[in-house]
C-alpha cells in the first residue's frame, strides 16, 4: 500500500478544540460508523452530540435505537428506499428526495443555532452528489457553524468544493465486500 504523507493545513495549525470540518467518503464501508464512533466519543465527554440522517427514511437503522436510549437527537430524512416485499433498493431521485434533503438542512442550522458541539450530516457528501440539494446550499449552512461547532461530513463521492472547506478527510477504500460474494446486508452489522 502505498504511503501517504499528510497535508499541513495552515488554516487551523496550532488550533485547539472543536470547531473543525471532518469527512469520511470514498467507496469502503465505515463511514457512517465511523460517525457515529466520533458522536459517541464526544458523549462520553459530556458534549452536545446532533445528527442528521440524509437521505436515509426508514426504520430499519438498528443504530437509531442506541442513539434513542442514550437521548441524541438526531433527525432522519429521506424516503424509505428499501421495497419491503423484494428487499431491492430503489436508487431512483424523486422531487420528494430534494424536498427531504432541504429538511436535512434546516434541521443542522437548527442544531447549529442551539450551540450542539458536534453535528453530524450522515450521507450529505452523496446526496448533493446526486443532486438532491445543491452543493452551494450545503456550503451556505456550513458558513452559519459556530466557531465551536464540530461537524462530520460523510457518504460516497465528496464533492471538491466540500473537501476544500475539509480541515480532515478520511478517504474509506474497499478491497473486499461481502456483498459481492451475495452476502446481503446484516442487521446490527450493516444497518
Do not use: W
Not at 436508487?91 to 436535512?104: K, L, N, P, T
Request: aromatic share 8%; hydrophobic share 40%; net charge negative.
Amino acid at each position: 500500500m502505498e504511503e501517504h504523507k499528510p497535508v499541513l493545513d495552515e488554516r487551523i495549525k496550532g488550533r485547539q478544540g472543536y470547531g473543525l470540518v471532518q469527512i469520511f467518503t470514498g467507496n469502503g464501508k465505515g463511514k457512517t460508523t465511523a460517525a457515529l464512533g466520533e458522536a459517541l466519543r464526544a458523549l462520553g465527554a459530556g458534549k452536545k452530540v446532533g445528527i442528521v440522517f440524509f437521505d436515509k427514511g426508514g426504520t430499519h437503522y438498528t443504530e437509531r435505537i442506541i442513539l434513542e436510549k442514550l437521548q441524541v437527537e438526531y433527525v432522519a430524512t429521506g424516503r424509505d428506499r428499501i421495497d419491503p416485499e423484494t428487499g431491492q433498493f430503489d436508487f431512483s431521485v424523486q422531487d420528494i428526495d430534494r424536498e427531504e434533503a432541504i429538511c436535512g438542512l434546516a434541521a443542522v442550522k437548527t442544531f447549529f443555532q442551539a450551540d450542539y458541539d458536534l453535528v453530524v450530516m450522515d450521507e450529505i457528501n452523496q446526496t448533493a452528489h446526486l443532486g438532491m440539494i445543491g452543493v452551494p446550499d450545503v456550503l451556505e449552512v456550513l458558513r452559519l457553524k459556530p466557531e465551536r461547532t464540530e461537524v462530520i461530513m460523510t457518504g460516497r463521492n465528496a464533492p471538491k468544493e466540500f473537501l476544500a472547506c475539509a480541515h480532515l478527510v478520511t478517504l474509506m477504500q474497499m478491497d473486499k465486500h461481502y456483498f459481492y460474494s451475495g452476502v446481503k446486508a446484516r442487521e446490527g452489522l450493516d444497518y
